[in-house]
Nanobody, 119 residues
Framework: QVQLVESGGGLVQTGGSLRLSCAASGRTISTLVMGWFRQAPGKEREFVARVSWSGDTTDYADSVKGRFTISRDNAKNMVYLQMNSLKPEDTAVYYC????????????WGQGTQVTVSS
């Protein structure tokens, strides 16, 4: 089992930056694909970014490409999401998630952290 705890959310103005952190415990995440998702009020949860177990490969939703950067530190069992040039439409609860490499679904989820971008 993996427990995931997000932190770093908050209120920021348009154009500002935030860095989200995801602390994992229970087992090493070094063999897991790690991802970030978000859910805005009244909308379904959507994919934001993911990083391969080694950190060599990353993928992003088109809406955040060029503004957000996902990274991981397997030695610290941590995953990060650097968010720059934030927009009001980035307002959402952000979730950290983990999945086994060959799994189609994410197996573990955090509780989420709120990000609010004011205009």
């Amino acid at each position: 089992q993996v427990q995931l705890v997000e932190s770093g959310g908050g209120l920021v103005q348009t154009g500002g930056s935030l860095r989200l952190s995801c602390a994992a415990s229970g087992r090493t995440i070094s063999t897991l694909v790690m991802g970030w998702f978000r859910q805005a009020p009244g909308k379904e949860r959507e994919f934001v970014a993911r990083v391969s177990w080694s950190g060599d490969t990353t993928d992003y939703a088109d809406s955040v490409k060029g503004r957000f950067t996902i990274s991981r530190d397997n030695a610290k069992n941590m995953v990060y999401l650097q968010m720059n040039s934030l927009k009001p439409e980035d307002t959402a609860v952000y979730y950290c998630a983990a999945k086994r490499v060959y799994s189609s679904d994410y197996n573990y989820w955090g509780q989420g952290t709120q990000v609010t971008v004011s205009s």
